[in-house]
């Protein structure tokens, strides 16, 4: 049953392995929450969690297990067999099989039986409550009225814990601050050593010294700084005006962060072509082939942009949206000439990875293959393959 | 293992039933126990207060952005020898006196059972938890430069606090037992009110808690206020003497719990917005 709920947490995206399954078995050995569901769920959760954007994947999976239990009709056989065969019948010490007694089986049974049916009031309540723009569920004053004690040390029961789901704003695909925006970026800084010799290098001075037979050499090399550039660019207006608050977010951590050693952005509305704009008001205007000719090839560039347009826009000499644009060449010539300028680019695209069917969003992907969606993972995953092009090149 | 630790919190300190069940089984499967959690919720003081509550030394290693790995397991200072080398001070020959053990190094030599804190480890560089894995693993390093292995005799209890600030590589992760300390609810907020600010009438704790429960569900909030802050502010309340009725009406002292300027302005803005209704 235990290796079940080992292969259900990884079901649920969480990297569980042989290595979390032996230490449970371990630490259940061990005697510990040997006879608690509870203490079980705690200790599992320490064990199979490695941050706590696991946390609710691990409350839903715990409640999803537990839950099923309850609603087939062998329910205490289930249970009486799940509490049998919890682990190896070897690993019972005499310790534990005193306090599984000392419980009483059929007291047990209805304990969570009964628990069962409480949580899943709770349930429903506490899905509503969280919903709420992530609000506590408890307000300012209140400590869960309805919460159950539980006989031993008190406290609520794993699975209304569970089905609480409280880490619910953890979630990784789920946004929530600039500043973790910031913390994601901040993984894209490359430290490199150029420019004036500053520092004393201490090892190379001790060597040189040594071979100078003792007389003391001192070396000194550059110091350690970020060399990272990054090329922000941007769509605005139109579908985007949906989009504006998560993009403000985006832009705002990338220029507040000090990760960069520069930062640029620029704006264009659907597809860059042959200018785009310093401002999102679209008044100021930027040649694209200028910025080709300035920025070399070190840049990291980012899309941010929801590919959503009339095919043509990307196909056809003249299709741009702005009747101003008047572009000689097609949407999809200026990318694939930012990409091959760039190597170092990614796109990300605020619409969910499920609207991704529109033919401008394909027609796109035929030339930035690396598209991710504007979620926390998504941002972490289009750093991930920035950095991998950028080594790759190095 | 015949002497089981047991962790139950200290009088300075609350640990929630999870928090204590969680500290016992790291201490039991001798796995370091990571711990995370908004700041203030007492990742630092949960060190100590096991250090204290199981009658253990206790080691601290702050990491900074420098820190490097092999730092807390010990540092040959060259430097010194080599001025000592020049001025002909000292025993040059014996390289031990160069050698200086770091935190983990000490607790790996010590003959007693000891608590490691290694502080906000995220602070150090990407590499820095890989570079430990081995030693944290089979608790022993070998120094290259005196030939010596230091092999820990009793497992230390290595607890390791994170702010999240940089993801820790999973390698890393896999090996420890993790807990995220949740903001505490009211009720357990109350007693560990109780615990700091023990002689405080129970109608201006109420009061108080009321309005900082409130403040932190304002979503125009950016660094909502901790149970540090908490604590600062009920002592401030004490001291300028504010009756429990005034705090329904004004936030004195606020500048004890909002930190940014943005978050004072914000909290104004909404309550001018508030007072039309």
């Known amino acids: 049953m235990f290796v079940d709920f080992m292969y259900q947490l990884r079901s649920y995206g969480l990297k569980v392995s042989s290595n979390e399954w032996q230490t449970l078995l371990q630490a259940l050995e061990r005697g510990h929450a040997a006879e608690s569901l509870n203490r079980f769920y705690y200790l599992a959760r320490a064990i199979c969690c490695r941050t706590e954007l696991d946390y609710d994947a691990f409350d839903r999976c715990f409640a999803e297990f537990f839950e099923g239990i309850t ?22 010490t005499a310790e534990e099989k005193a306090a599984m007694q000392a419980l009483g089986l059929d007291e047990l049974k209805d304990m969570f039986e009964q628990r069962m049916r409480e949580q899943k009031e709770r349930h429903d309540g506490g899905n509503r409550w969280v919903g709420t723009g992530g609000t506590s569920p408890f307000g300012s004053g209140g400590y869960n009225p309805a919460g159950i004690r539980v006989g031993e040390g008190g406290g609520m029961s794993a699975l209304q814990v569970a089905s609480q789901r409280l880490f619910r704003n953890f979630r990784s695909d789920v946004i929530i601050d600039t500043r973790q925006i910031g ?11 150029e420019g004036h010799a500053a520092e004393l290098d201490l090892e190379a001075s001790i060597e040189a010294t040594g071979r100078n037979a003792g007389d003391i050499t001192l070396m000194f090399r550059p110091e350690r700084k970020n060399n990272q550039k990054l090329l922000l660019l941007m769509d605005v207006g139109g579908s985007m005006t949906y989009h504006t608050q998560i993009c403000e977010q985006l832009f705002s951590a990338a220029y507040k962060s000090v990760h960069f050693k520069e930062f640029r952005y620029y704006y264009f ?8 704009f310093t401002d999102m008001e679209q008044q100021k205007r930027v040649l694209t082939r200028d910025l080709l000719q300035t920025l070399d090839s ?33 949407g999809l010539t200026w990318i694939d000439r930012l990409r091959k300028h760039f190597p170092c680019s990614v796109w990300l695209n605020p619409e969910p990875a499920a609207y991704w069917q529109r033919p401008s969003n394909q027609l796109i992907r035929t030339v930035i293959p690396d598209m991710f969606p504007m979620s926390l993972q998504g941002i972490d995953e289009a750093i991930a393959a920035l950095k991998r092009m950028k080594q790759k090149r190095e | 293992m015949s002497e089981r630790l047991q962790f139950k919190g200290t009088r300075n300190y609350i640990a929630s039933p999870e928090l204590q069940e969680i500290v016992n089984v790291a201490c039991d499967l001798e796995r370091p126990l990571l711990i995370r959690g908004e700041p203030g919720t007492g990742k630092t003081v949960l060190a100590k207060a096991v250090a204290e509550a199981l009658n253990l030394p206790l080691l601290t290693w702050h990491v900074k952005s420098t820190s490097k790995a092999q730092d807390g397991l010990y540092v040959y200072d060259t430097v010194q020898r080599l001025n000592d080398s020049r001025f002909g001070t000292g025993e040059v020959q014996d390289i031990k006196r160069y050698i200086k053990l770091g935190p983990l190094g000490k607790s790996f030599q010590a003959s007693e059972r000891s608590v490691v804190l290694i502080d906000e480890i995220d602070k150090a560089d990407l590499e820095f938890p890989n570079d430990l894995l081995h030693e944290l693993d089979v608790m022993s390093f070998y120094i290259p430069e005196t030939g010596e292995t230091i092999t820990a005799g009793k497992r230390p209890v290595v607890i390791i606090s994170s702010n999240a600030e940089k993801e820790l590589p999973d390698a890393f992760l896999r090996r420890c037992i993790f807990h995220y300390i949740a903001f505490p609810e009211a009720d357990e907020m109350r007693r560990i009110l109780k615990v700091h600010h023990p002689q405080v009438e129970e109608k201006l704790i109420s009061q108080s808690l009321v309005r900082f429960y409130w403040l932190r569900e304002q979503s125009e909030i950016r660094k909502k206020p901790s149970t540090s802050e908490l604590v600062d502010w009920i002592g401030a309340l004490v001291r300028g003497g504010i009756e429990p009725k005034q705090l329904e009406k004004e936030l004195p002292f606020l500048g004890v719990l909002l930190k940014k300027e943005s978050d004072m302005q914000a909290l104004r803005q909404g309550q001018r917005r508030n007072s039309r209704f």
Not at chain 1, 73 to 83: G, Q, R, T, V
Not at chain 1, 303 to 328: C, H, K, R, S, W
Request: proline share 5%; with cysteine; glycine share 6%.
């Open chain 1, 269 to 276: 509305h659907n597809c860059p072509y042959d200018f785009m």
């Open chain 1, 183 to 193: 913390l994601a970026l901040r993984k894209l800084r490359h430290w490199g050593r």
């Open chain 1, 298 to 330: 070190t840049w990291l560039l980012i899309f941010v942009g929801d590919a959503a347009m009339a095919p043509y826009e990307l196909t056809e000499v003249g299709g741009a949206i702005d009747y101003f644009q008047q572009n000689a060449e097609t």
């Open chain 1, 71 to 92: 609603y087939s009709e062998s329910l205490k056989d289930e249970f009486n067999e799940w509490l049998k065969n919890a682990k190896p019948p070897r690993a019972l």
